[in-house]
């Protein structure tokens, strides 16, 4: 890639358990505190955990952002107020980010801008709440059924909202969605179609039927299966209790541009997207595969034109499956050695919970500010590693300096992503 078709990350949103904005989203990385909680008794087994959003208001959330002219901070609402919360979560996510970046002061040709939203299967719970309420009687159907059921609905209503007349879609990758939507934003970016482009990694609002998939798989902790029990504390990814993923929700959002672009604009650059790979297995099951993993991981070494020794930090994708942890630190230890000198790691599914396919945005997010704040955020609940052959993080956050990342997505199929991020000063 030409310096001119560097990949510059100009701007930042979340939305998740612990943070609505950079700003609170940071404290809750650097203190690790978790927005996991036991959801209480149900009908059947559910969830052990789970972390959602709470009070989430889209005008409050809006309001929130100041330097937004009124104009905009008013159409975003007039347009998504009535959609489904994935949307809202999305336009919420994009604004921040969009507000950062400085676009709503200088922002390129609305044909110069492209949205990628990654994520599928997004409007299960929707679907399953209309149907609900139109059985007694169609004409309880939303009038605009039609478009919230599908996932382009993101796409869409973020164009609206943002005047974006470039390219724009929807990518899947089942969790590793959200690094999927990463390296197509960068390939938009670099093929020269746009020179700033959106990534949005959708909420998952997870249906009954979809959770009850998941705790059939054992994919999901389930709370009758030694968690989610009075007075206990999740475990963490890669602890020995670590029973399956805690579902949470979350949305978050990255500007990606052309540092040529950005240096037009005079934007200032948070860090850089400096590689990325995608690496399949040639499986359609839900069973990992060390070997592709570390593929993914070299592949993505090998864009940005580094070695695994320059790499101080791993997000892992540290989901808590038993099968799919003990996969990744072999994965990482073949690629980094043992723990003493390897880069540090966390998950930060242990605080957010597992964002599904917003996850690989959502840990993108906390990679790019844990670089420029200089630290790796706590693991609570990792108090005794399976696999003691990384160089896990500990219960209080580790000051350190970060000139280059990986954060790691890897997807039910087979489905290997890793993306490398980068100080901005690199």
Known sequence: MSPAARIAVTGLGVLCSVGDGVTEFTESLRTGRSGLSAPGPGPAPGPA???????FALDRSLDALRQLPAPLR????RTARRSPLPVQAAVTVALQAWQQAGLHEVAPPGDRTGVVVAGSNLTERYTEDSRARATPNPAYLPARYALHHQDTDHVATLSRVLGITGEGFTV?????SG???LVSGARMLAVGVADVCLVVGALSD???LQIRGFLTLGAMAVADAGNGGPGEHPAAPFDTRHRGFHPGQGAACLVLETEESARRRGAAVLGRLAGHAIALDGNHLADPSADGEARAMRAALAAAGLAPRDIAYVSAHGTGSPLGDATETTALRDLFGEAADG??????KGLTGHCLAAAGVVEAVAVMLQIREGFVHPSPGLDKPADPGCRFSGPVAARTDIAFALSNGFGFGGINTSVALAHPDT
């Open 343 to 348: 880069p540090w790691v966390n998950a930060t």
């Open 172 to 176: 899947g990758g089942a969790s590793a």
């Open 206 to 208: 997870l249906s009954e």
């Open 49 to 55: 955990f789970t972390a959602p959003l709470r009070d």
């Open 74 to 77: 008013d159409l975003a609402l």
């Open 179 to 181: 690094n999927v939507g």
